[in-house]
């Protein structure tokens, strides 16, 4: 083992044509540290992965070293791969239906010789070894499909160590914990704290200033693409110190915009069932918004997609103003015709065109109302599209690139505008402030109950405690398919309760 850093990039610049992502970065990833990486939306931090996962070649001038070797102008993922960089993706990347070794073997198994086979045997012994390492007693053979949360992260966090020598390598978690419910976090920090104790080291980007603040040592914080101040040690600086580099402002993280439900008649949703959900009665009056949440495998995220058309529902109904909508035959055009939209939680394969515009995507629910077979209208698509971008302060701020080129949480925001510029009669929304940074989370939050304060009935449903706290009037709390808990302008920790206590009685209105 070397004195030199495990991972140390010094003056790194991408550019995007005229648009200059990074611009002279300096970063410094030591031994046995997790090393978090912070910044606005747009800030460049997906770049800097992409740099560092061999996606992108980085402007010339640019240097990276691994164990104190210059990789060179150009890496490739597999000088990366081979120079022990390893990331860790939103979600963890995993085959659900391929087993623990065949996800920890991909892309590294070497075949025999002559046969080209893979020695399956040897495979599973290499993860067994990796995941005793971990400290894990989950079986090689077992089905990822199968798996818990938490353990699912202690494969991908296993997949990432096979190419590094114990106490050397660098795991780069790319906002890898998003997705992971409370009750899995620890098991996941606790599997991280154990990699870098023997010497490993990680690079955390993550927009949760909660986490950074939790589990890193140090912190270097990307504004516009440059370093904004020195890299700091975690344990000096604050949650608001750190979002103040970010931002430039002061941001409120408790953010309340609750709104007073309108006396209009409710959505009544009944005997929903698909394949989780077991008969789910639920009512939501216009100008309300309801929070839905649980742990993982009782329903309640299957609920977005049942209810608006996008999944095809074993049963249930839903009413609108005396219309009822049969939720086991009607697809998604007559659910939208009817006034439901959604807000999916994948937004790369199935909230967004990723090849259209901003502009377009923005407008693409209304084109067929208010344009004509021969006619678009511009002049309405730029005023939703202007009012979008600068109500949810989409950088940069273009309606005419493909919305592809815009970062991950500037994507989100285009989303949720396309449907914030329409009046749905009920708006359903999953993870509505997955990817974005604080201050937009500030924004999207504000944007929903201004939303709600026109009359929309809003369904919200999130993992993120302080999210339903922020803008829900009521909370439903789902275990094994059923609503256990109905939860009314309930604090974060009530929810967290609600959803890892035990089964309490149904909360008097
Ligand atoms: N392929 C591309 N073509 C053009 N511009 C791009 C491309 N990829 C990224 N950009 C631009 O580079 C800048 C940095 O984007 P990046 O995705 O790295 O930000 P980020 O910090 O990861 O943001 P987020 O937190 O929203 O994911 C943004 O202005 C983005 O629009």
Known sequence: MTDAAP??????????GSVKALRDVDLTVRRGEVHGLVGQNGSGKSTLVKVLAGYHAPDRGSVIKVEGKDLGAQPKLRHMREAGIAIVHQDFGLVLNKSVAENIAVGSFVPARWSRRVNWR???????????????????RAMIEDLSPADRSIVAIARALRNQRPGSGVIVLDESTRALPKDALEDFYRTLRGVVAAGGSALMISHNLEEIMQVTDRVTVLRDGAKSGPTMTTRDSSEA???LLMLGKIVTQDVHTRVNESPRAPIQVRGLSGRLLTGADLTVRPGEVLGVSGVAGSGWD????LLTGARRASSGTVEIDGRVIDLSTAGPARCIAAGLALLPEHRIDHGLAMTLTVAENITLPRVRRRGSPWHIGRRWQRRETDAVLDGLDVRPR??????????????QKVMLGKWLEGQPELLVLHEPTQAVDVGAREDILKAIAAIAGRGVAVVVASIQPADLAAVCNRVLIFHSGRVTHELFAPAPDDIVDAVYGGHLELQEG
């Open 7 to 16: 991972l140390e990039v010094v003056g790194l610049s991408k550019s995007f």
């Open 241 to 243: 110190e750190i979002a």
């Open 122 to 140: 040897r495979e599973e012994q290499v993860a067994a070894d990796l995941l005793s390492r971990l400290e894990s007693h989950i079986d090689p």
């Open 302 to 305: 299957e609920l977005p997609y």
């Open 398 to 411: 273009r309606a005419d690139i493909p919305v592809g080129q815009l970062s991950g949480g500037n994507q």
